[in-house]
């Protein structure tokens, strides 16, 4: 963006939106699927580790250890869980301000909110990198966001109704 032209700040354009989280530690992960693979299993094992030990605490649990490891496998699942649906809900802002007609901005504060629209130069640029950089993200983590909640829900049904 010119920034004679555009009135909307430097940090509050969807570009250098897209840059910033990019550039950032934990959105970065997202970008390559075998690291955003390695950083979710290593999280589950540490989890997955945790809720061992904190499970290993129940009486109930330790005279049933078939369904002391089940708990503590599919419960451990929630950290990665949670840290996918953290990145797709900053992917998917910076996705949908980048795919946008006009760019709402604040100037000093949160009263004094502005509206601008985006040249067509501008709008093809932004579309072109939602298209191509963005969206193979978002479809990713969309797909692991299915896969875990399909793991937890099917974990959380043996364990319910199984008779281990």
């Given at each position: ?121 501008l709008k093809e640029k932004e579309t072109l990198i939602a298209s191509l950089e963005v969206k ?29």
């Amino acid at each position: 963006m010119h920034s004679s032209r555009c009135p909307v700040p430097k940090e509050q354009q969807p570009t250098n939106e897209f840059i910033e989280l990019s550039n950032s530690r934990l959105f970065s992960w997202a970008k390559s699927k075998r690291n955003f693979s390695i950083i979710l299993i290593f999280s589950w094992i540490i989890t997955f580790i945790l809720f061992l030990i904190i499970s290993s605490g129940s009486v109930y649990f330790i005279s049933n250890l078939l369904k002391y490891i089940f708990l503590s496998f599919f419960s451990s699942l929630s950290l990665p869980l949670l840290i996918t649906i953290r990145l797709y809900l900053g992917w998917n802002h910076v996705y949908k301000r980048l795919r946008s007609e006009t760019i709402e901005y604040e100037e000093s504060g949160w009263y004094d909110g502005q509206t601008w629209i985006k040249p067509l130069e501008l709008k093809e640029k932004e579309t072109l990198i939602a298209s191509l950089e963005v969206k193979p993200i978002l479809t990713n983590l969309t797909q692991t966001t299915s896969v875990l909640i399909t793991l937890i829900l099917t974990g959380t049904l043996i364990f319910q109704y199984s008779n281990i």
